[in-house]
Each structure stands twice: as C-alpha cells, then as structure tokens.
C-alpha cells in the first residue's frame, strides 16, 4: 500500500493545485519512483489510498497497467483518515496475508524487495538515522526489536511491513497509527531494523529542492 492521501501542508503553495505524491523531481512525479521500484521487487498489485485532489492521482496512475501493476483505490474524504486509518479503511483490498506499506512522500533507495517477507510479531519497522529536521527520532532499536522509549532513538522511514491483527478492534474513522504500533512494541510484537542507505522525508519545498539536486546530480 502507498499512503498518498496526505493534504501536504508544509509544502503549500505547489500543494494546493497538486497533491503533493504528484509533485515532480528530476521530471518525474515523485510517487511514480515508488510504483516503478515496488514492480522492480516483485509487487504487482497495489493499494493506493487518497484524498486531496486525489483525482489527479487517478489520472495519471489509472489501474496500473502501464506501471507494469495492477492498483486498487481507497478514496478518503476530504481531510483524509490519517494513516492508522487509511490502512484500516483498504484492509479489505490488502486481503488477510501480511502487507508493505509505503509512506508516497519520501524517497529512498531502500530494496523494496526486503518487503517480501513476513514480519516477526504484528509489525516490521524500516528506521533510519534521524535527519537534522527530527533529531529525537522515534523509536529505539535493540537485538531486532522497536521499542517506543529509550536511547538511542533511530526515526522511522515510513516504509513498514503489518498484519492485518494490527488493527484489530479499531474503529471506522480517522486515527493515526503510531499509537498502535507503540502497543505492539510493549508486548514484543514489534521488529525492526536499520537502514543506513539514503533516505528523504520529502515534506517540505527546500528538501524537495534538495532531492531535486540529488538526482539530478547522479
């Protein structure tokens, strides 16, 4: 699953006529690096969830077929579920087994194919070193484990591997995963691991410049 249906504040102006997965880096929009490399690791069906002008998403991504894939929307309302439930509301697309899910407004050279696995307990967690725009990070990392308190906190990349038991009991509605996940962590059911390659949150119009240059620069 791709989480595209954020309204991308920080990133206004370019996000009020376009929505912020469509936005273009070195000519081409940045949820389509996302597309291309999950169909690279082997993934052929995606889910891709929306809100904010999310028509534009539909139109230019379509059912997938010349990505290579074939994609189910989940259209939100506008203001969207946050991303706990976003991914609650697609369950039935994502079917029973586990599932990868992808945050659509970062960019990382991370091997989607890791993806292909299933997670040790309700959640796997992809964290990266914390950028200098989040320098408490997020989540401790010990012997494989994510816990949510202790030193030294790594960030998390919003790249994941879930359960569907995960969300088990919750609501219809809005709410955002990260309490959820820090359940998970207090009874054991939460793995993770480092990713030290590259990796950008790509929330604002200076790191998207940045990101720009980058690529660019390959």
């Known amino acids: 699953m791709l989480l595209a249906a954020g309204r991308g504040e920080r990133m206004r102006p370019l996000t009020d006529r376009v929505p912020k997965p469509l936005l273009r880096v070195a000519g081409k929009p940045l949820i389509q690096y996302h597309v291309e ?39 939100e309302p506008e203001g969207a579920l946050d991303t706990g439930g976003g991914i609650r509301q697609a369950l039935p697309l994502l079917g029973d087994a586990p599932f990868a899910v992808v945050n ?7 091997p989607r194919a890791q993806l292909r696995r299933e997670p040790d307990g309700l959640a796997h967690l992809v964290l990266v070193d914390n950028p200098p725009h989040h320098p408490r990070g997020d ?10 308190e202790g030193e030294p906190r790594l960030t998390f990349s ?3 591997l879930y359960r569907p038991e995960l969300f088990s009991g919750t609501p219809a509605g809005a709410f955002p995963l990260a309490p959820l996940l820090r359940r998970a962590m207090e009874a054991g059911e939460v793995s993770g691991e480092h990713y030290r390659g590259r990796w950008m949150d790509v929330g604002t119009p ?13």
């Open 37 to 75: 490399a999950l169909r690279a690791a082997g993934f052929r069906s995606l889910v891709i969830n929306h809100a904010h002008l999310g028509r534009q998403l539909v139109d230019f991504l379509g059912d997938g077929a010349r990505f290579g894939v074939h994609i189910d929307w989940s259209p």
């Open 206 to 218: 200076q790191r998207l410049a940045q990101l720009e240059r980058l690529l660019t620069e390959e």
């Open 139 to 148: 989540f401790r990392l010990a012997g494989g484990r994510v816990y949510p």
């Open 158 to 160: 919003g790249i994941g």
């Open 104 to 110: 659509a407004d970062i960019w990382s050279d991370y």
